[in-house]
Every structure is written in structure tokens, then in C-alpha cells.
């Protein structure tokens, strides 16, 4: 007796960068259960060099079109286009992956929208860990949520914060403590370096109660997120020290990894985690 017939999840990519084209290579060169059917990009003549040798393109659309195309719609593009992508996908019902999930905090509106759709959220643990150790704790009693991130002072280089504040990264020559504030401060001050921080206030004790340090470390070499968790259930210490992608430093080799095991398991029979 055979099982029944495998069905086949398709998925759309927005944004074929540092995140979006890794999560691409790996699906084209072959994901049981998944089909990567479309991506969007800024630069098509671009895109099409970048697909050149893929076994099966996926056709480029625009944005808005993803969610036409694909039942997952993966979003791994600046945060400045996230609505762009994410509104037609709740609007569709589809699964919304989002990477840029510092751009999701300001906007939880949408989860009172994909509720009336049928649309699901699913935020990646990206560049992180841990976050089923933080949602089963989450279940119980938390006294305190935070997370300390090491970056070198050039991975936050072009942050709002540092403008408003006047701070140079280019004078920092010793380990700097920058910014202490809660996730939604932190996510308002550096748009493109806390993702991190907003998928931990989301799994744990939201975005008021998550607490957020971020360091500037000359000569670093990974990103480095330390989560302390202090719980009814337990207490977690948890560190990650992320390799800086070839093409994007500011993002490391993790998230597309942690996107394509999460896509991993919409369709796996044995899954693992909570
Ligand atoms: N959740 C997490 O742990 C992490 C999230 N991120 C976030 O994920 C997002 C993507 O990160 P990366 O891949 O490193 O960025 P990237 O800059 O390497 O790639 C973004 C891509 O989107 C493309 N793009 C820009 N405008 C576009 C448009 N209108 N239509 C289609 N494509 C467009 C760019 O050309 C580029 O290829 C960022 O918002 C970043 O902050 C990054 C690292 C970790
Ligand atoms: O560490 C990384 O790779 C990226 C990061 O901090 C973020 O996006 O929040």
C-alpha cells in the first residue's frame, strides 16, 4: 500500500538578496513537498543573471503579485516594501512569511485582518534561537525578556537612531553600549538590525515588555544575540553568533536557513519543535 500522494506547497519569494536568493537555491535545488514558483526583484536583469542556473526559474513578478502566484509568500525584501507584500498575501489568505519582522511590530493590525481572511503568520526564528524555549515558557509566568546584540559598529551604520542621536560608528574603538530601550523603541531606531528583537517580544511577552541592548563591538565578526529569560518554569541563557553572509553582512548565513526549515515544516510528516 502506498500513502497518499505528496501535495505540492508553492511558494513566492519578495526580494532576491542576501536571504531571499539562498532560500531560493536551496528550494530549486530540491525541498520534498515544496515548489518555488515565483520571486519578485528589483533589478530583473539582475534576477534573471541570478536564476541563470536554476532547474527551474520562478517566474518574476511584482510584488503585489506573489500571493496570485504562490500559497507562501515569503518576504525577504527592505522593510521600506514590506506593506506591499504583505498586504495582498493576509488579503489572499495565503501564508506570510515575513523576515523583515521588525516592519511587522508597528503593524499588528494585520493579525486582526488575517484572522478575518484565513491568511496565516508565521514569523521565522531567524537569525535567532530558542524561540520554542521562549514560547513554552511564555505559557506560564515571565518576570523578564531581553536580549543583548553585539554588532560591529558598521553592521548598524544607518540606523534613525544614530542620527537622532548624533552618534558616529566610525569613532566607536571600544565595546559600546548604543541603545537600551524596549523592542518597539528599538524597532522604530534600527529598522534593518532588530528583527531579532521583534520575533523574540512575539514569542515571548510582546514588544513593551521585551528589553533590548544593542552594542557596538569594533572587530567583531559575528552578530551576536544573547537571550536572557527569567520564567515561573525556568530561567534561559541562550547565545547565537551568527556568520555575516558574503553579500550582506548585516544578515547572517542563519535566516535563510531558519526560513527554509520552518517552510520545512508546513509539509514534513515528523516535525520537531514546538
Ligand atoms: N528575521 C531575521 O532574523 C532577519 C531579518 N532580516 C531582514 O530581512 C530583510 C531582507 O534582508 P536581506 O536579504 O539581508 O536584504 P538584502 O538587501 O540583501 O536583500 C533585499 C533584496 O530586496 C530587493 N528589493 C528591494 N526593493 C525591492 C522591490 N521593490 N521589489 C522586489 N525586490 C526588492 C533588493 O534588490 C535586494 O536584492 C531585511 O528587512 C532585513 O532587515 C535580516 C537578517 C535577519
Ligand atoms: O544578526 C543578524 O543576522 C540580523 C539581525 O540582527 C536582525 O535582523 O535583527
Redesign the pocket.
Known sequence: MTGAPLVEKTVGI????????ELARRLDAGVEGLRLVAA????GA??EASLAGFRHPPRLV??AALAEEAEIVV????????E??ALPAIARGRIFV??????LLPRMELVAEARRTGARIL??????LGLDAVRAVAEGPVESVTIETRKPPRGLEGAPYLAEQGLDMGAVVEPTLIFRGNALEAARGF???V??A??LALAGIGPERTTVEIWAVPGLARNTHTIRVEAGAARLLMTVEGVP?E??P???K???L??LALLRGLVSTLRVGS
Open positions: 519578495a526580494g532576491l538578496g542576501a536571504i531571499g536568493l519578485s526583484a528589483r533589478d539582475k534576477a511584482p510584488l518576504e525577504c525584501a527592505p522593510a521600506a516594501v514590506f506591499q507584500v515575513p523576515a523583515s519582522v521588525g516592519a514569523v521565522p526564528t531567524g537569525a535567532l529598522p534593518a538590525n528583527n531579532v521583534a520575533a553572509s553579500t550582506n548585516r544578515t547572517g542563519l535566516t535563510p531558519s526560513i
